[in-house]
């Protein structure tokens, strides 16, 4: 079965700073993982993935993450923090070869709060 | 507490025909989200509901499809003259508060 968790339920950074949110994993085969954040009253948006490829996704909003194959580890990473950035940010994952067929599984959520 | 729950779990439908799938959130809570989620693609959001009210119906299609949460009852996504191309797993997820969200094991459709 796959699984994701997020161990921080909150993460709290001063503006400007770098910030991270992390996210391990766990399936059968290799991962199609995902990131996503939720604004307050919005739904998920998509923030970007990893399918294959360069280590180092890139996505929206200047966000990153580093898939890392040995740690099973997704973590979320931005260089430099904004308020704006502060929202509840949820990690996912596939496993294409396991019994879940194309069905995401969710982290419990981590709430960044940036400060100025 | 049981969690959110979501039937069918699995939908077979031919083209042309109606798809309805239904999501009853967890007890107390009164916001509901709607995701379809394509082959080899994340979650996109569809559509955001609190009893009797859309909320944010901005990942919608503009035909075919349409949700309801009324005040008794589950919430439903509806889906008119399904095409090959609605083929998707969705997913429904609630909130108590329109913020953290809680995800239903999804509804995966396939249309013949």
């Known amino acids: 079965a796959q699984s994701v968790a997020q161990p921080e339920d909150q993460v709290n950074v001063a503006e400007g700073n770098p910030l991270t949110v992390k996210c391990t994993y766990s399936v059968s085969g290799n991962p199609y993982l995902f990131w996503y954040v939720q604004y307050p009253n919005r739904g998920l948006q998509f923030l970007l993935k990893y399918i294959t490829g360069d280590n180092l996704v890139k996505g929206s909003y200047g966000f990153e993450a580093e898939f890392n194959k040995s740690q099973t580890s997704f973590h979320l990473k931005k260089p430099s923090a904004l308020v704006s950035d502060s929202a509840l940010y949820f990690c996912?994952?596939?496993?294409?070869?396991?019994?879940?067929?194309?069905?995401?599984?969710f982290g419990g959520g981590t709430r960044l709060m940036v400060k100025p | 507490n049981a969690g959110v729950m979501q039937n069918p779990r699995h939908l077979v439908r031919r083209r042309g025909q109606e798809a309805r799938l239904r999501c009853s959130p967890m007890?107390?809570?009164?916001?509901v989200y709607w995701y379809r989620q394509l082959p080899e693609e994340g979650l996109k959001f569809m559509v955001y509901l609190q009893k009797e009210n859309i909320i944010d119906e901005s990942g919608m299609p503009k035909e075919r499809f349409s949700a309801e949460f009324p005040k008794e009852g589950p919430s439903i996504l509806r889906i008119q003259q399904v095409v090959r191309g609605d083929s998707a797993a969705y997913f429904c997820?609630?909130?108590?508060?329109?913020?953290?969200?809680?995800f239903g094991p999804g509804t995966r459709l396939t249309v013949t």
């Open positions: 997820a609630s909130s108590p508060n329109g913020y953290g969200q809680y």
């Open positions: 996912a994952v596939r496993d294409p070869g396991g019994n879940a067929g194309n069905m995401l599984t």
């Open positions: 007890k107390g809570h009164s916001h």
